[in-house]
């Protein structure tokens, strides 16, 4: 396991805090079998990952909130087990966490000032709570944005809960629903929505295969208000993956081309710096990496991506979370050396981490 960036509650499991990592560290002294990891999220300043067998759940990082789910406030510098609990999907947001079992049912911990992981009688969870769905709907996705919880279900409806001002704008079709104690708001679409990705104060959603809509804040682009078809050129391909930053957005098409739009200030759309520090109306850009990307994720202002090759990073760079060694943004995707044989990565909101084949 190789991780770098920011490091100042431990999120990096390295055994200490730092401010920042600048080139990439091998974790070591695990306390599990890195080659049994099934998967790895990172959120503002904290890591959970599973193991694909025993169903185990370890942390490390920042836990103000309860967000490592280990019954108290304390960070950790080094990864803990949480416990085992067979989740088929596990997801960090800022200051909250989530996971998704095999029979769908929905797991949240964490930070509730917004109530985005249960009902106002609480501050925090400080473990993992089951929070049911109105109307016996089971969980297909959680992802977070910076104050809401939005949760795909297993009919392709999307729900939402927390502060999000965001959807009370023009043309958004919406109902409200409370239970147990929670205000849940059901988006509506013209068909089933099949993934969703969530930036700050924006969703992601994509409808098909080949079609996305954006939901949320625009001021930088980041949610075009029309329906973007993602196969314009009449391929066969499909879209692969989502994702989505603060006020940046992105999805990775089945051929390998990585299309990018929205802020762009510290070069997080892997591109120089425009003119109003934004690319929007749709998928203006595609990544220029010199291979296929199999994967790509985007932390809240920096992206990297996992192509054959190599790791490539791109955009803000304060704490080093590139892995250039330096802290210079960067504003074209750049290799990072010696990051071979990676079958996997995950970045968080200014640190990243790439899983080695074993």
Same mark, same amino acid.
């Given at each position: 396991m190789y991780c770098w960036g920011?490091? #100042? *509650?431990? &999120?990096?499991?390295? @055994?200490? #805090? #730092?401010?920042?990592?600048? /080139?990439p560290h091998e974790v070591e002294s695990l306390p599990f079998d890195p080659s049994r990891i099934g998967g790895i999220s990172a959120g503002g300043g904290h890591t959970l990952l599973t193991l694909d067998q025993t169903g185990e759940v370890y942390c490390t990082g920042w836990n103000n909130r309860g967000q490592l789910g280990l019954g108290h406030l304390e960070d950790v510098c080094h990864f803990t087990l949480v416990g085992r609990f067979g989740f088929? #999907?596990? %997801?960090?947001?800022?200051?909250?966490s989530g996971a998704v079992s095999h029979e769908g049912d929905l797991f949240l911990w964490g930070s509730n000032v917004w109530h985005q992981v249960a009902d106002q009688g609480v501050k925090c969870l400080t473990v993992p709570t089951m929070l049911q769905l109105p109307n016996g709907a089971r %969980? !297909?996705?959680?992802?977070? @944005?910076?104050? *809401?919880t939005c949760v795909l279900t297993d009919q392709g409806k999307l729900l939402v809960f927390g502060k999000a001002k965001w959807l009370q704008q023009e043309g958004t079709t919406q109902s409200s629903v409370l239970h147990g104690g929670v205000q849940f708001y059901e988006l509506g679409f013209p068909e089933p929505v099949a993934d969703v990705a969530s930036g700050e104060n924006h969703l992601v959603i994509l409808l098909g295969q080949q079609r996305i809509a954006c939901v949320g804040d625009n001021k930088f682009g980041q949610s075009p208000k029309a329906i973007m078809e993602c196969n314009q050129e009449q391929r066969q391909d499909v879209v692969k993956q989502l994702e989505s930053g603060w006020s940046h957005s992105g999805y990775l098409m089945s051929d390998g081309r990585v299309y990018l739009w929205? !802020?762009?200030?510290? @070069? &997080?759309? @892997?591109? %120089?710096? /425009? $003119? $109003? $520090?934004?690319?929007?109306?749709?998928? %203006?850009?595609?990544? $220029?990496?010199?291979?296929?990307?199999?994967k790509f994720c985007l932390g809240s202002q920096h992206g990297m991506a996992l192509t054959r090759e190599g790791v490539y990073t791109w955009g803000w760079n304060e704490h080093g979370n590139c892995g250039t060694g330096g802290v210079q943004n960067v504003w074209s995707p750049t !290799?990072?050396?010696?990051m071979v044989n990676i079958k996997d990565i995950a970045a968080g909101a200014g640190f990243c981490w790439a899983l080695k084949k074993l």
């Open positions: 920011a490091n #100042s *509650h431990g &999120q990096l499991g390295l @055994g200490f #805090s #730092s401010e920042l990592c600048e /080139t088929r #999907s596990i %997801a960090c947001g800022w200051d909250v %969980a !297909r996705k959680v992802c977070f @944005g910076l104050k *809401h929205g !802020r762009n200030n510290y @070069g &997080q759309l @892997g591109v %120089a710096k /425009t $003119d $109003d $520090d934004r690319i929007e109306n749709g998928p %203006a850009k595609v990544l $220029d990496v010199e291979s296929e990307v199999v !290799r990072i050396e010696g």
